[in-house]
């Protein structure tokens, strides 16, 4: 029986703890969001496969490209305040194909008939002339407030736009 008497010890003493009033410490209130317009957008997203609708490797996420193939981008942009899409956002992918930059502008992805689609595509097809190996790319989105954000994919060798054979 010592050990249920050391539960209940135990369970009074978290009850006492649980009903104190925090030992004195004056509670915080979080910080004022920033004004809207204020602060860098958040750009993020992923890259995929983009085939033809109804096409069984369409959407599927990769990073490995062989030249003819199509290279989509599919991003979100938030405001910074709010965490909320920003529906004013203009978004251009940027491709570094040997040494020259392509850009390449995003739409926006949402219809009447597809309202869930919040999110901004981009589509490239990679030419029969594109060296193989790594391609770097970035996105960039501004909005009518003048904010600004940037995505770039993690600096992982194995993660970026690869073109193979």
Known sequence: MPRTGL???????????????SSGAIPQAAPPPPAAG?????????MALFQPPGHPD?????????RGEPVGWRMFVADPSTGKREESAQ???HVNVAGRTIDI????RATAQQPEREFWVAKWVVPQDTPVGIIRYTVT??????RAGEFKPFEVQASQLTIVE
């Not at 204020?38 to 992923?46: A, I, P, Q, R, S």
């Open 141 to 146: 989105a501004t909005d009518k407030y003048g």
């Open 58 to 66: 369409n959407c599927i996420l990769r990073n490995r490209f062989k």
């Open 38 to 46: 204020t602060g860098k957008l958040v750009v993020y997203g992923d």
């Open 105 to 108: 502008p995003m739409r926006y």
């Open 7 to 21: 539960l209940l010890i135990l369970a009074a003493v978290a009850l006492c703890v649980a009903r104190s009033d």
């Open 91 to 93: 978004l251009v992918v």
